[in-house]
Every structure is written in structure tokens, then in C-alpha cells.
């Protein structure tokens, strides 16, 4: 008697493997590699091997497992993958790494890279911006120049048209690095930008007054405390306080 539950199955994809890792290349847009993520598998690897195959595309791209693949190239070991037999259509692998990005883990950085491979110009805009600014928080520089929320950012929704108040800001900040270490923490940041958008607080007067009053500042857990620190210094022999 035959199996009639063999008789409506059908073999989709084959798995293959191999050392040849010069046939691949990873798919453009999709998250870059963190290397601690690539060590976590490679001590996974080391105790069980590649248990679960990567995806390919008919490219050779890697659409999923690209962290297995360069702990597999670490390791020496056989790289185990599976092609979807289907034609590669940019815009639909763009709009999937999209969709994975909008779930719990995801970063800003993914998704900015991921909006400048689709042409997104505020993002490059963006991009271009976080390239000078990389001692400071991708997230922080959002909110500064945007206050975008992150499901905006994830949709893309940022605007760069407020990059450059965002930079007079944070160059600022960073002139503080000499003796304050807490000049790019987010909440001190977020805290200066807070007080450039209250109606009395002059910018330029506070920065002449924060270099002469260096002592002044000190490291805080969050922005509200930041903020009275910063102010506490503003309105130091000030008549006029805020």
C-alpha cells in the first residue's frame, strides 16, 4: 500500500555545501556583519556544526545567514546553503530586509544603510552627517535634527533638513571632549538641544560661558539632570535667570 502522505509531498529546495567561499557575496542593503554576532556563532559552530543552512539567492547572494557564513569561513568548515528557485527582484529583497528591520531587533544603522542602497536621499544625506559624527550616537543625531520616532525612521520617513542646527550642536559638544568624557552621551545631547529650542536660552552665550566654567560640569544618568546642570551653569551671576 502506498503512502499517501509521500504522494502529495514535493522537494522544494536541495542543500548543498561547501569551502568555495569566494562564490558568494552578500546581498547589497542587507544588515552589515557585528563581529561579535559572527563569534557567538562560531563558538555555536565549533560544539554543533551548521545545523540550520543559510539562504541564497540565484545570485549567489546571501539573503539570510551571512553571520554563519563568516564563522564558517573562521572555522575552516563547509558552508551549508539552499537557493530559492526564483528570479531576483531587487526592490522585493529590499522591501523584505525592510520589513525584518521594522520587527524588535533592528538597528539604526541597518536601516539607514538599507534606505541609502534604495536611493533614499535623506538618508544618504544622513549617512554623510553620521561619517563625521561617529563619537556620538546614531539615534541622538536623529532626534536633534529630526526628532523622528523610530517608527518613522524605520518607514522611511526622516527628513535631513535640519542637519545643520544638528551639527552647530554637536560640534559644540565635542569642543567640551578636553574635560567633560560625558560631551556625547545621549542625554547630554538631547539636553542641549532642549535648551537651544527654549525662547530665552542664548546659544552662543552659553558656549562662551560653558569654556570659562569647565569645572562646572559633571556626568549625570539622564537628560533631565543634564539639563539642570547646564542651566545651573547659564544662570550662574546671570540677573536675568531662566
Not at 563568516?70 to 528570479?87: D, R, S, Y
Request: hydrophobic content about 35%.
Amino acid at each position: 500500500m502506498f503512502n499517501l502522505n509521500f504522494m502529495t509531498m514535493k522537494k522544494v529546495n536541495y542543500i548543498y555545501e561547501t569551502t568555495n567561499y569566494r562564490m558568494f557575496k552578500f546581498l547589497e542593503g542587507n544588515r552589515r556583519v557585528i563581529p561579535n554576532h559572527v563569534q557567538y556563532f562560531v563558538k555555536e559552530l565549533k560544539k554543533n556544526g551548521m545545523q540550520i543552512p543559510a539562504k541564497v539567492n540565484d545570485m549567489n547572494e546571501i539573503t539570510e545567514g551571512q553571520h554563519r557564513f563568516e564563522a564558517c569561513k573562521q572555522l575552516g568548515i563547509p558552508f551549508k546553503f539552499f537557493v530559492e528557485k526564483k528570479p531576483v527582484n531587487r526592490n522585493e529583497e529590499l522591501d523584505k530586509l525592510m520589513s525584518i528591520q521594522k520587527g524588535k531587533q533592528w538597528r539604526y544603522e541597518d536601516v539607514m544603510h538599507t534606505q541609502c542602497v534604495k536611493g533614499n536621499s535623506n538618508y544618504i544625506a544622513l549617512k554623510s552627517f553620521y561619517d563625521k559624527y561617529k563619537d556620538f550616537s546614531l539615534s541622538s543625531i536623529i532626534y536633534i535634527s529630526n526628532n523622528c520616532s523610530g517608527s518613522d525612521f524605520r518607514n522611511g520617513k526622516f527628513t535631513a533638513n535640519q542637519l545643520d542646527k544638528a551639527d552647530e550642536t554637536l560640534s559644540f559638544c565635542r569642543s567640551l571632549k578636553h574635560f567633560f568624557p560625558a560631551y556625547n552621551k545621549v542625554g547630554f545631547v538631547t539636553a542641549i538641544n532642549k535648551c537651544r529650542n527654549m525662547e530665552d536660552f542664548d546659544f552662543n552665550f552659553f558656549k562662551k560661558k560653558a569654556l570659562k566654567m569647565s569645572d562646572r560640569f559633571y556626568d549625570c544618568t539622564h537628560r533631565d539632570a543634564f539639563l539642570d546642570m547646564i542651566l545651573k551653569i547659564y544662570n550662574y551671576k546671570k540677573s536675568r535667570k531662566i
